[in-house]
């Protein structure tokens, strides 16, 4: 995730809605030839929106309410523009207050209650037509329920034992509702410089972000007190991107820069286990563990295009990266009954400690082709590296598991591509082959804690696909929305025993890369509808689609193939000042699972105490609102 140009090293605690963004930009493939961090898989760009040029002023109102729970209540509003000749500044603020949307068959209780607040002012500095400064500051904070835990039977064919539900519904039992609380504060400052030089501009970018979280998981999803996960996080990045950007000679297209970038991440989790020994007075067993992580990183990149004529473009760039990482992790497995906290305290023993360093080169080669002023053809091979790591959650009994280091991961991306506009709509195609060595997985396992976790390099991969989507106009009001994509993905070769048999052989290779869905499309209508005097009516219908895929390495974790429905009409007044909507989401309320991690038979051997089942976080199901919103 990049935010107004700066790469977020943790995506908790943000808060967007379309009410405060300018755009939204999905890349694919390896990055990092043009801007700040590298990643493999791509990247989502999101642009807040900057004061206007003139005052603006901007309310919005809404609430929505589902099958069970209570309703969910927003507030946004935003305020902006010139404040003096080169100032002006924009404050938006956003406020949600959610009853909860699932019932409790433990206490009759609804789950799912959250109470978010965002404050972000902005102020654009320009003092003169060269050099523009952007500052940015955001402010969030989060309290409410904690994740809701659903029990189905694994994919072992063992239910949960107290309580086991259809994974096609809603219905959870849980003893612990438990809770999350957060708070963030994030800061950027964009300087833009027009410079002579190439006719082009020179752009400083700093971040800094800060996250502390508290939370409380009830994760054997059961209505007795088995498994209960407390965890403390604390998280804070810096970094900074200087960058180049001009043109030469009316050909040749430039940017170069150079990006640094350190994090530190304090995360301490307890596993307070078999309460129902006690008759829930306290846990029987509790296991501390967790670690401190520092990064350091910096990257030098330089991406080139050549305008060969008017139709020819070749496109060539190169990044070379370093990181730095060191640690400090207290076992899980080695902390029992002896309370402790990472972050709270600073107490807890440290068995392992240890740094390391990797550095990458990272390519990219592409052409375009324009076929005509609305077509083009275009062509890349890029190169991504993920660097190595550690795994800051060690909870193996086994003296081999060591918490690290993982080495660095490497994608190869070849992409071709079409793109086209006609008089009625648009037409994007692209096909795409990618391969990925030392692939990195979080490998969870059940065990006799609970879950393990288990950060390995297991496999090398190919993923090859296609996608399509398309914009037509059928008429003057109404458009056709749609987009397909196919995804063909499976292990070259596999370097860990992803199924847990004791052997590393084709019936590993043979399963199916998680959440790699082969089927995902969508279908949509928007209709627009002139009420003469009144205003303007917009309708919309869309359907989305994705294959069932697999959630856990072994393949015994399912996530299940999504169906859904959303439409909402809107009426604009003549002015355009108010707007009245009403909306439904995903009203085929249809479940969704956030995962599907499987859980042991048995959670105790000594007393034989039985668990089975999963912890499969629900997501929530139809929604039907309303709201309004008034533009100044």
Same mark, same amino acid.
């Given at each position: 995730?990049?935010?107004?140009?700066?790469?977020?090293? &943790?995506?908790?605690?943000?808060?967007?809605?379309?009410?405060?963004?300018?755009?939204?930009?999905?890349?694919?493939?390896?990055?990092?030839?043009?801007?700040?961090?590298?990643?493999?898989?791509?990247?989502?760009?999101?642009?807040?929106?900057?004061?206007?040029?003139?005052?603006?002023?901007?309310?919005?109102?809404?609430?929505?309410?589902?099958?069970?729970?209570?309703?969910?209540?927003?507030?946004?509003?935003?305020?902006?523009?010139?404040?003096?000749?080169? &100032?002006?500044?924009?404050?938006?603020?956003?406020?949600?207050?959610?009853? *909860?949307?699932?019932?409790?068959?433990?206490?009759?209780?609804?789950?799912? $209650?959250?109470? $978010?607040?965002?404050?972000?002012?902005?102020?654009?500095?320009?003092?003169?037509?060269?050099?523009?400064?952007?500052?940015?500051?955001?402010?969030?904070?989060?309290?409410?329920?904690?994740?809701?835990?659903?029990?189905?039977?694994?994919?072992?064919?063992?239910?949960?034992?107290?309580?086991?539900?259809?994974?096609?519904?809603?219905?959870?039992?849980?003893?612990?509702?438990?809770?999350?609380?957060?708070?963030?504060?994030?800061?950027?400052?964009?300087?833009?410089?027009?410079?002579?030089?190439?006719?082009?501009?020179?752009?400083?970018?700093?971040?800094?972000?800060?996250?502390?979280?508290?939370?409380?998981?009830?994760?054997?999803?059961?209505?007795?007190?088995?498994?209960?996960?407390?965890?403390?996080?604390?998280?804070?990045?810096?970094?900074?991107?200087?960058?180049?950007?001009?043109?030469?000679?009316?050909?040749?297209?430039?940017?170069?820069?150079?990006? &640094?970038?350190?994090?530190?991440?304090?995360?301490?989790?307890?596993?307070?286990?078999?309460?129902?020994?006690?008759?829930?007075?306290?846990?029987?067993?509790?296991?501390?563990?967790?670690?401190?992580?520092?990064?350091?990183?910096?990257?030098?990149?330089?991406?080139?295009?050549?305008?060969?004529?008017?139709?020819?473009?070749?496109?060539? *760039?190169?990044?070379?990266?370093?990181?730095?990482?060191?640690?400090?992790?207290?076992?899980?497995?080695?902390?029992?009954?002896?309370?402790?906290?990472?972050?709270?305290?600073?107490?807890?023993?440290?068995?392992?400690?240890?740094?390391?360093?990797?550095?990458?080169?990272?390519?990219?080669?592409?052409?375009?082709?324009?076929?005509?002023?609305?077509?083009?053809?275009?062509?890349?091979?890029?190169?991504?590296?993920?660097?190595?790591?550690?795994?800051?959650?060690?909870?193996?009994?086994?003296?081999?598991?060591?918490?690290?280091?993982?080495?660095?991961?490497?994608?190869?991306?070849?992409?071709?591509?079409?793109?086209?506009?006609?008089?009625?709509?648009?037409?994007?195609?692209?096909?795409?082959?990618?391969?990925?060595?030392?692939? $990195?997985?979080?490998?969870?396992?059940?065990?006799?804690?609970?879950?393990?976790?288990?950060?390995?390099?297991?496999?090398?991969?190919?993923?090859?696909?296609?996608?399509?989507?398309?914009?037509?106009?059928?008429?003057?009001?109404?458009?056709?929305?749609?987009?397909?994509?196919?995804?063909?993905?499976?292990?070259?070769?596999?370097?860990?025993? &992803?199924?847990?048999?004791?052997?590393?052989?084709?019936?590993?290779?043979?399963?199916?890369?998680?959440?790699?869905?082969?089927?995902?499309?969508?279908?949509?209508?928007?209709?627009?509808?002139?009420?003469? *005097?009144?205003?303007?009516?917009?309708?919309?219908?869309?359907?989305?689609?994705?294959?069932?895929?697999?959630?856990?390495?072994?393949?015994?974790?399912?996530?299940?193939?999504?169906?859904?429905?959303?439409?909402?009409?809107?009426? $604009?007044?003549?002015?355009?000042?108010?707007?009245?909507?009403?909306?439904?989401?995903?009203?085929?309320?249809?479940?969704?699972?956030?995962?599907?991690?499987?859980?042991?038979?048995?959670?105790?051997?000594?007393?034989?105490?039985?668990?089975?089942?999963?912890?499969?976080?629900?997501?929530? *199901?139809?929604?039907?609102?309303?709201?309004?919103?008034?533009?100044?």
């Amino acid at each position: 995730m990049v935010i107004d140009g700066v790469y977020v090293g &943790l995506n908790n605690g943000l808060v967007f809605d379309t009410f405060d963004l300018q755009s939204v930009e999905v890349l694919r493939g390896p990055q990092g030839t043009l801007f700040g961090r590298n990643v493999t898989g791509g990247a989502v760009l999101l642009n807040t929106k900057k004061p206007a040029d003139s005052f603006e002023f901007s309310a919005r109102a809404a609430i929505d309410q589902g099958p069970d729970g209570g309703p969910s209540k927003y507030l946004m509003g935003s305020v902006g523009g010139p404040v003096s000749d080169g &100032l002006a500044a924009r404050l938006t603020v956003y406020y949600n207050d959610d009853d *909860g949307f699932i019932e409790n068959r433990f206490d009759g209780k609804d789950l799912g $209650q959250f109470e $978010q607040k965002m404050v972000r002012p902005v102020v654009v500095i320009r003092p003169n037509d060269k050099v523009e400064l952007v500052l940015r500051y955001e402010y969030s904070k989060g309290d409410g329920d904690g994740v809701i835990g659903q029990s189905h039977t694994n994919g072992s064919g063992v239910p949960g034992y107290w309580a086991n539900f259809n994974r096609h519904s809603f219905n959870v039992s849980i003893d612990e509702p438990g809770f999350i609380t957060y708070e963030t504060n994030a800061f950027t400052a964009q300087l833009d410089w027009d410079v002579a030089f190439g006719d082009g501009t020179v752009t400083n970018i700093f971040g800094w972000r800060d996250y502390e979280s508290d939370g409380l998981a009830d994760i054997d999803s059961q209505p007795r007190w088995l498994f209960h996960a407390p965890s403390w996080l604390r998280y804070e990045q810096k970094s900074n991107e200087l960058r180049y950007h001009g043109r030469f000679h009316d050909q040749l297209e430039v940017t170069t820069g150079l990006y &640094l970038f350190s994090s530190q991440i304090d995360y301490h989790e307890r596993r307070e286990m078999l309460g129902i020994a006690t008759g829930g007075v306290r846990p029987a067993a509790i296991f501390d563990g967790g670690g401190l992580l520092d990064t350091d990183s910096w990257a030098v990149f330089a991406s080139v295009d050549w305008d060969i004529d008017e139709r020819w473009t070749l496109n060539a *760039g190169v990044r070379y990266s370093e990181e730095d990482k060191s640690t400090k992790i207290a076992s899980l497995s080695r902390n029992m009954n002896r309370p402790c906290n990472v972050v709270k305290s600073g107490n807890c023993p440290f068995d392992f400690v240890d740094k390391d360093s990797w550095n990458s080169v990272s390519p990219k080669l592409g052409f375009t082709y324009h076929l005509s002023d609305r077509a083009m053809f275009y062509g890349q091979w890029s190169q991504g590296t993920r660097s190595g790591g550690y795994n800051m959650r060690n909870t193996s009994f086994n003296p081999r598991d060591v918490p690290g280091p993982f080495d660095q991961e490497t994608v190869d991306s070849i992409e071709f591509g079409y793109k086209a506009t006609f008089e009625r709509g648009r037409l994007n195609a692209a096909v795409f082959y990618n391969t990925i060595d030392d692939m $990195q997985r979080e490998i969870n396992l059940p065990g006799p804690i609970g879950v393990i976790q288990l950060v390995r390099n297991t496999a090398e991969a190919t993923i090859k696909g296609i996608e399509i989507d398309a914009t037509l106009s059928l008429t003057d009001n109404l458009v056709a929305l749609a987009s397909v994509g196919i995804t063909d993905a499976g292990y070259d070769k596999v370097l860990y025993d &992803l199924n847990g048999d004791s052997v590393i052989n084709g019936t590993d290779k043979a399963l199916d890369l998680p959440r790699a869905a082969p089927v995902t499309y969508t279908l949509g209508l928007n209709h627009d509808l002139q009420l003469g *005097g009144w205003g303007t009516m917009s309708s919309r219908v869309s359907y989305a689609y994705r294959d069932e895929s697999a959630y856990t390495d072994n393949n015994l974790g399912i996530l299940d193939e999504q169906k859904q429905i959303d439409a909402g009409i809107d009426f $604009q007044s003549a002015g355009g000042h108010w707007v009245f909507s009403i909306y439904g989401r995903n009203l085929l309320n249809k479940v969704l699972h956030g995962n599907d991690t499987q859980l042991p038979t048995y959670i105790s051997q000594t007393p034989l105490i039985p668990l089975g089942g999963t912890f499969a976080p629900l997501s929530k *199901g139809r929604r039907i609102g309303i709201e309004v919103t008034y533009n100044l």
